[in-house]
C-alpha cells in the first residue's frame, strides 16, 4: 500500500483529478471508455471541483466515461436533498458531459425483493466493461469503505447493509437527528473495490488520523476494512498533513 502526503486536500485533490485525467484521455485516444468508480461525502468534494474545473477549462470530456458509485441509503427518493443521486448531479454530473446513462448508481427505491437482482446486475455491467479502472473511496471512522461496515468479509459482494451506529451519528446531522437517519443502505462489496486495478482512498484532517494509522499500519482484519486495502497491489492513500500525523 502507498501512502502519499500532500501539505493540504487542494493540492492533494489536484494530483488525484490529474490522474483520472490522464487515464480518460488516454482510453479517448484507444477509444475505449474508462470506468470510474465513485464516492460520496466530504472527501471526493476537491476532486469533483477540480473535474469540473477541467471540463470547463481545459477542455476534459467525459464521454468515454461510465462511472458506478459505491453506495446510496436504502430507501432513498433519488431527488431527496440526501439521496447520493442528488449529491453526484449537484458536485459532478450536472457540470460535465459525462452521459446520464453512463452515470450508475445503487437505486434505493427497489422493492426489498428486488435488491438482490439489483446488485448482481451492477456486478455483472461492471465485470462486462472490464472492470473498474479507477477507484474513488473516502474513509469511515470506523475504517468502512463504501458501506462495507466493521465486520464485512474481503470477498463480500454489493449488498444491502445495516449501518453502524456511529455511521449513522456521523450521517445524522444531514438528516435532522439520528431517527431520520436511515438505518441500511445498497454498497458494492469489498471484492469488487479489490478487483479494481487502481484504488485511490482520500482522507483529510486530524479525525482521521488513527483510522489511517490503523488501516495502513495496523493489522488486516474485517474489523477494519480498509485494512483489506494492503493487500491491494495497487492502491494508494491520499493523505493531507493532519490525516498523516499519526503515521509512523
Ligand atoms: C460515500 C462512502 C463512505 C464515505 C466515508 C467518508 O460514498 O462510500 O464510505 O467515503 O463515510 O465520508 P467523508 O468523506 O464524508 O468523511
Not at 471508455?33 to 472527501?43: H, R
Not at 465486520?151 to 444491502?160: A, E, I, K, V, Y
Not at 445498497?186 to 486530524?206: P, S
Amino acid at each position: 500500500i502507498g501512502t502519499v502526503v500532500f501539505e493540504n486536500s487542494a493540492t492533494a485533490s489536484k494530483a488525484v483529478a490529474k490522474e483520472i485525467a490522464d487515464l480518460i484521455r488516454v482510453k479517448q485516444a484507444q477509444k475505449q471508455p474508462c470506468i470510474l468508480g465513485l464516492a460520496t461525502g466530504s472527501s471526493p468534494k476537491g476532486l469533483y471541483v477540480e473535474l469540473v474545473r477541467l471540463h470547463k477549462e481545459e477542455g476534459l470530456s467525459f464521454r468515454n466515461v461510465v462511472s458506478f458509485n459505491l453506495d446510496e441509503y436504502y430507501p432513498m427518493e433519488p431527488d431527496s436533498v440526501n439521496s447520493y443521486v442528488r449529491f453526484m448531479k449537484e458536485h459532478l454530473f450536472n457540470h460535465i458531459d459525462i452521459l446520464p446513462e453512463n452515470c450508475h448508481i445503487p437505486d434505493g427505491l427497489l422493492s426489498k425483493e428486488g435488491i438482490a437482482d439489483f446488485c448482481d446486475q451492477y456486478e455483472s455491467k461492471i465485470e462486462s466493461l472490464g472492470g473498474i479502472d479507477i477507484q474513488i473511496l473516502g474513509i469511515g471512522g470506523n475504517g468502512h469503505i463504501g458501506f462495507n461496515e466493521s465486520g464485512s468479509l474481503q470477498n463480500s459482494r454489493t449488498r444491502l447493509v445495516a449501518l453502524d451506529h456511529i455511521t449513522r451519528v456521523a450521517a445524522s446531522g444531514d438528516f435532522s437527528g439520528l431517527e431520520n437517519t436511515p438505518r441500511t443502505a445498497i454498497t458494492v462489496g469489498v471484492k469488487k473495490i479489490m478487483e479494481a486495478k487502481r484504488v485511490i482512498l482520500l482522507a483529510w484532517g486530524e479525525r482521521k488520523a488513527n483510522i489511517i494509522k490503523a488501516s495502513t499500519e495496523g493489522e488486516v482484519t474485517s474489523r477494519v476494512p480498509a485494512s483489506f486495502l494492503q493487500e491491494h497491489n495497487n492502491a494508494t492513500f491520499i493523505l493531507d498533513k493532519a490525516a498523516a500525523s499519526k503515521l509512523t
